[in-house]
Structures are given as C-alpha cells and as structure tokens.
C-alpha cells in the first residue's frame, strides 16, 4: 500500500508518500481503505523528536491518529459492522500513528454519519476522544459555565459543541478574527492573553464552574485563579501542569473513556448539533504542507488530508 513516512526525526520535509507494508485487523480491530485522515498537534510534535523522551517512535512511522473510510477487513470478535460499512474512528494507540495510508487499523469507530462528508468524519475521531475525556474529567453537567482557553482550534471546536449538548454555557478563547466564528458554534468569544479575568468578569459575572486548557500557553496560573480551585482545571497541552495542581489529561494505551463519545457524537452529528470546521483539506501527498500549517497553532478547526 501506499502511506505518508518518514524514517528520522527532523522537519516536515522527511514525510513523503512510499510504499509500506498493509496493516491488518487484530482482534477486535477493524481495518478501513482510508478516504481521510486528521492532522493533529501531536503528529508533528512525534516527527520532530520533541517528545523522544516521552514518547518514542519505530521507524519508519506512519503518522496520523484518526480516520474515515470504508471497512475491508474485520478482525476477530468483532460485531456490528461488516466490509463496506462507511465509519470513522482512532487508530490502536495514537503514538502508534498509522492512519496516514491506503488502509489504517481502527481499535474504536463508529459508523459515519450521513451529515458529514469523508473529509469532516476523518478528522473527528481524535478531537471527539479527547472532548469526552475532558468533560468526563470535568464533572460537566447540565447549567454549568465552561471556559475554553484556545476555543477555536480542532480540540475546542468540538468540546464546545459536546458540551453544550449536555446544557453547559461555553465561553471560549480566540484571537479576535475568530471570534464570529466561535460565536456561530453557539460560543461566546473571548481574547486570549493578559486581562482575562477582567474581560470575563463582564461576560460570566457569576463566574465559571470549570475550565479546560486547549491552548498550552503558560496561562494556568490564571486560569486557576479564574476558576477558584485547580481541580475544576485541566490541561491536555501545558506540562507544567503538576506545578499548578491541575490536571494534564493524555490519552493512554487501552481502552479510553473517551471512546463512547464516538456513536453518541454521530448521533448528535446527525441531528444537525455537531459539526467538524475545517480549517484546511490537502491531498495525502501534501503532508509536509499540513504539517506545516498545524505548526502555525492557528488553525481554525481541524486540518485533514484525503486519501485517493
Ligand atoms: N493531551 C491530549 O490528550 C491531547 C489531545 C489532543 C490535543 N492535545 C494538544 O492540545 C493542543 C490543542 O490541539 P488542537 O488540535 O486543538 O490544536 P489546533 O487545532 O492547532 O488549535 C490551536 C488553537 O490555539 C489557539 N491559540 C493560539 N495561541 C493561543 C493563545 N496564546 N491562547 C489561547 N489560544 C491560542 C488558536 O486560536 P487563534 O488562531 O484564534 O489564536 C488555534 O485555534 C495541542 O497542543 C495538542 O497537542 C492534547
């Protein structure tokens, strides 16, 4: 099969599409001839090498996390779908990559919805996991007030919109041109950066129950104070976390809590309430390119690469 590789750690200019052995299904694995795949943060920290001491790489590694496509094998023990079934979902171990080919193994998938394109349902999975997760860990029910610092990317767009299915008020963090942007996702916009609290003493005089850290940029000292108490904070992107006595949420190998948002997320796709803003869509064998754009850290919504 063909597939997005690179055999050393270094810029986006070790990615290139080559051949590479096909993977197969494991038990309770199911593998998809890929439409589409999402570009996440995490796929260029791994290539660059930033995270070696943390997270080690085989070489050569596929990247990509998550994938959309049409079912071809079905590994044992596996029930609910068979071959030719449109899903999307999360490869084995997300520091494993994979999804970047001609065909990806699925460890948890749901069926496509009919509302999203191949491109929307591919970069779903990763962000809807780790959503779930944080709400999970956030206690998030109906009548709260949820503050997302770095709304707009691919993480906050989708926990916004989870969490206001489940009755919470989102107020999120964004530069100002993204702000109608977060605003027609049913969030009120904030700026980021010094004054925060001031601003969102106007906009939640009653303050906010609970706050997660999409964002990673050295602002969880004010966060807490916003919050009150560090345990209604979490981070997925600040290491200093412990340093604050916040939470630092990661995905682990194994079963994640995370999973189950996956049909519960397709159905709510399908009643029109969850929706994946694209902030860019490039053809597998531009991956340096969508690299290079996640690296910005500005994207609005997610980026993904399609598969022909
Ligand atoms: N631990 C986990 O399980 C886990 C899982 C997924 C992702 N992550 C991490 O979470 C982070 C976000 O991921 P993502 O996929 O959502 O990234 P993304 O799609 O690249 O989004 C980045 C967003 O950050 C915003 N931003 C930039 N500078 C900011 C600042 N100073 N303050 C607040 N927001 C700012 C940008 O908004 P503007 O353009 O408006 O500035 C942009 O929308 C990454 O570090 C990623 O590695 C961790």
């Not at 589409?36 to 997270?55: C, E, F, K, N």
């Not at 989102?170 to 009120?188: C, Q």
């Not at 129950?209 to 990673?216: R, T």
Request: with cysteine; net charge negative.
């Amino acid at each position: 099969m063909f597939a997005v590789q690179y055999h050393r750690y270094g810029g986006s200019e070790v990615l290139s599409v080559e051949e590479a052995d096909e993977p197969h299904a494991g038990p309770g694995q199911v593998r998809i001839a890929v439409r589409a795949t999402g570009v996440t943060p995490a796929d260029w920290y791994l290539r660059s090498g930033m995270l070696r001491d943390i997270a080690t790489v085989d070489f050569p590694h596929i990247p990509g996390m998550d994938a959309a496509g049409i079912v071809d094998e079905v590994g044992e023990g596996v029930t609910g779908t068979a071959a030719g079934e449109a899903v999307f979902g999360l490869v084995p171990f997300v520091d494993q990559g994979g999804a970047a080919a001609q065909y990806a193994v699925l460890e948890a998938w749901a069926p496509k919805p009919r509302s999203w394109s191949f491109e929307e349902a591919g970069g779903a999975a990763g962000n809807i996991d780790t959503a779930t997760r944080v709400l999970e860990a956030l206690g998030a029910c109906d009548g709260m007030t949820l503050l997302i610092e770095g709304a707009a990317g691919g993480v906050g767009t989708v926990t916004a919109q989870l969490a206001r299915a489940r009755g919470l008020t989102v107020i999120g963090t964004a530069s100002e041109g993204n702000h109608g942007f977060l605003d027609r996702l049913g969030v009120v916009p904030v700026t980021y950066g010094a004054g925060l609290a001031d601003r969102l003493a106007a906009l939640a005089p009653h303050g906010v129950d609970v706050v997660l850290d999409a964002a990673g940029k050295g602002s969880l000292a004010e966060l807490v104070a916003i919050a009150g108490d560090p345990h209604r904070v979490v981070t997925i992107a600040d290491f200093d976390a412990g340093r604050h006595a916040v939470r630092y949420l990661r995905s682990e190998a194994g079963e994640s809590p995370g999973w189950a948002g996956l049909p519960l997320a397709a159905r709510l796709a399908d009643h029109g309430r969850l929706t994946v803003p694209l902030h860019a869509v490039f053809p597998l064998k531009e991956a340096a390119t969508a690299h290079d754009v996640s690296a910005t850290g500005h994207a609005r919504g997610k980026i993904v690469l399609t598969v022909p």
